[in-house]
């Protein structure tokens, strides 16, 4: 054995285990595994992106003043453009000049609420040109210090259920004889005229006198057609106001200035001293007119209706005499 060479005590086993090395181990194997790490979060944001890209509702997010800052591939479908040229602008960029004042309107009192919003009808212009009625909804967003930075949210397709709202809207005030409004359009167009406070509306009741003879004579065809060819008439001579039809032969002009009332009439009493060519008989009808001119905010529907009634009625006790077919007096 060599002078220098000696038999070295191993002395005691280090732990392992300690924390020290443990804490080693951990923040190297981190950085061993940090490659794997970031491809498993390149592919989850990946596989993100895809879901929202391929969502049947459009994904996006606005800045405070409203800008796109994101927006999911779904824009190509609802809107036809791409992503990349909706960013920067606003939603009311691709709305009708009036649709976006009034949808921006809504939105500036719902930002300055700071609140979530959920289905906001509005109307857009496709790139082709086709107006596309989009349901919006949106939470917002603030940062750390409660400041409000944005909204998110999402834009579904609602062209087709619209459509069919609006049409069975029209439908349900519309009088399936003459196309003229009927007794729940008069009565919103009534509550209308109440808050318009412009001038006092007239409402002008009329009927047709001797009318159930032309359904005994003629046939109740006969007669379906009359008042079809007649509400055509005098709705086109009683224009700008409005004509419904309440049932049988009772119909209703809103004029929205009491002052064209009388001259309504007259115009109406004008075309209706011209015959109507039905089923190739020539016939002349006359009627009766009933005037209640109201001032705004003053009555119900139904009170302004039954001044019209009273004045009606009042026209047809106050006939002189049987040749007298047309009396026209104002209601008090």
Same mark, same amino acid.
Not at 74 to 99: A, K, N, W
Not at 155 to 181: K, M, N, P, S, Y
């Given at each position: 054995?060599?002078?220098?060479?000696?038999?070295?005590?191993?002395?005691?086993?280090?732990?392992?285990?300690?924390? #020290?090395?443990?804490?080693?181990?951990?923040? %190297?194997?981190?950085?061993?595994?940090?490659?794997?790490?970031? #491809?498993?979060?390149?592919?989850?944001?990946?596989?993100?992106?895809?879901?929202?890209?391929?969502?049947?509702?459009?994904?996006?997010?606005?800045?405070?003043?409203?800008?796109?800052?994101?927006?999911?591939?779904?824009?190509?479908?609802?809107?036809?453009?791409?992503?990349?040229?909706?960013?920067?602008?606003?939603?009311?960029?691709?709305?009708?000049?009036?649709?976006?004042?009034?949808?921006?309107?809504? %939105?500036?009192?719902?930002?300055?609420?700071?609140?979530?919003?959920?289905?906001?009808? =509005?109307? =857009?212009?496709?790139?082709?040109?086709?107006?596309?009625?989009?349901?919006?909804?949106?939470? @917002?967003?603030?940062? &750390?210090?409660?400041?409000?930075?944005?909204?998110?949210?999402?834009?579904?397709?609602?062209?087709?259920?619209?459509?069919?709202?609006?049409?069975?809207?029209?439908?349900?005030?519309?009088?399936?004889?003459?196309?003229?409004?009927?007794?729940? &359009?008069?009565?919103?167009?009534?509550?209308?005229?109440?808050?318009?406070?412009?001038?006092?509306?007239?409402?002008?009741?009329?009927?047709?006198?001797? %009318?159930?003879?032309?359904?005994?004579?003629?046939?109740?065809?006969?007669?379906?057609?009359?008042?079809?060819?007649?509400?055509?008439?005098?709705?086109?001579?009683?224009?700008?106001?409005?004509?419904?039809?309440?049932?049988?032969? #009772? %119909?209703?002009? /809103?004029?929205?200035?009491?002052?064209?009332?009388?001259?309504?009439?007259?115009?109406?009493?004008?075309?209706?001293?011209?015959?109507?060519?039905?089923?190739?008989?020539?016939?002349?009808?006359?009627?009766?007119?009933?005037?209640?001119?109201? @001032?705004? =905010?003053?009555?119900? @529907?139904?009170? /302004?209706?039954?001044?019209?009634?009273?004045?009606?009625?009042?026209?047809?006790?106050?006939?002189?005499?049987?040749?007298? #077919?047309?009396?026209?007096?104002?209601?008090?």
């Amino acid at each position: 054995m060599s002078p220098t060479s000696r038999t070295r005590n191993p002395g005691p086993a280090k732990d392992r285990s300690s924390p #020290e090395r443990n804490a080693r181990r951990q923040r %190297f194997g981190a950085l061993i595994d940090a490659p794997a790490d970031t #491809e498993r979060l390149l592919q989850e944001i990946a596989r993100l992106r895809a879901m929202l890209d391929t969502n049947s509702d459009w994904i996006w997010e606005v800045d405070a003043q409203g800008r796109y800052t994101y927006a999911s591939r779904h824009s190509l479908v609802l809107l036809g453009y791409e992503p990349h040229e909706i960013i920067g602008r606003t939603p009311f960029d691709f709305m009708p000049p009036d649709e976006a004042e009034r949808v921006g309107s809504a %939105f500036a009192e719902i930002v300055r609420e700071k609140r979530s919003f959920a289905g906001l009808i =509005n109307h =857009n212009r496709h790139r082709d040109g086709r107006i596309v009625v989009l349901e919006t909804s949106g939470v @917002p967003l603030f940062d &750390a210090g409660g400041v409000l930075q944005g909204y998110r949210g999402i834009d579904r397709d609602v062209t087709t259920q619209e459509t069919e709202r609006t049409r069975l809207h029209h439908l349900a005030r519309r009088d399936d004889l003459t196309g003229l409004g009927n007794r729940l &359009a008069l009565r919103e167009r009534l509550s209308e005229a109440m808050t318009e406070p412009a001038t006092d509306f007239a409402v002008i009741l009329f009927d047709l006198d001797h %009318f159930k003879p032309i359904n005994d004579t003629l046939g109740h065809a006969a007669g379906d057609l009359l008042l079809t060819l007649l509400a055509g008439r005098i709705a086109c001579l009683a224009a700008p106001a409005r004509m419904f039809r309440l049932g049988g032969d #009772e %119909f209703v002009i /809103v004029a929205p200035d009491g002052a064209l009332a009388t001259t309504i009439v007259e115009r109406a009493l004008a075309g209706l001293a011209q015959p109507f060519e039905v089923y190739g008989a020539s016939v002349r009808i006359a009627a009766s007119f009933g005037i209640a001119t109201c @001032p705004p =905010n003053a009555e119900s @529907p139904e009170e /302004v209706l039954a001044r019209a009634d009273t004045a009606l009625y009042e026209a047809k006790a106050r006939r002189p005499a049987p040749e007298a #077919e047309h009396h026209v007096p104002t209601g008090a």
